[in-house]
């Protein structure tokens, strides 16, 4: 086994309207992940990230920095730098900007492996 190093800075970003930027920092291209995807998303004021597991799907989203309400099972959690929210097969939530600044993400996707 070798070992990638990812220059996450160098991974090109892209807009998603109303959900900030994204950016791809693990996947079969990048690093040859076959059973997931690692992404770096930005949101800033007014901007949200509403995240769906598929059925046999995982994600987890963790807050690196900024501040943000996450929305989970008709609740909203205020929450910093450091939370995180665990979506298990067919689960969802959303991750609003709250406060001042830029709000980063780390989100990862990992499917159901095939039996």
């Known amino acids: ?4 190093f990812i220059k996450t800075g160098d991974c090109a970003r892209k ?3 109303g959900a900030g930027e ?3 920092i693990m996947n079969q291209t990048l690093c040859g992940a076959k059973n997931g995807l690692g992404m ?4 800033g004021a007014g ?3 509403d995240a769906q ?3 046999g799907e995982h994600q987890l989203v963790y807050l ?3 501040s943000a309400v996450i929305g989970l ?3 909203d959690y205020e929450v910093g730098k450091g939370a995180g929210v665990y979506l298990g097969p067919d689960e969802a939530a959303s991750i609003r900007h709250a406060g001042g600044g830029t709000l980063k993400l780390f989100h990862l996707v990992v499917p159901k492996l095939p039996a």
């Open 47 to 49: 901007e949200k990230l």
């Open 22 to 24: 994204v950016a791809e």
């Open 15 to 17: 807009k998603v309207p």
């Open 73 to 75: 099972k008709g609740k």
């Open 64 to 66: 690196m920095e900024g």
């Open 40 to 43: 770096l998303r930005w949101l």
């Open 1 to 4: 086994m070798t070992t990638t």
């Open 53 to 55: 597991a598929k059925s």
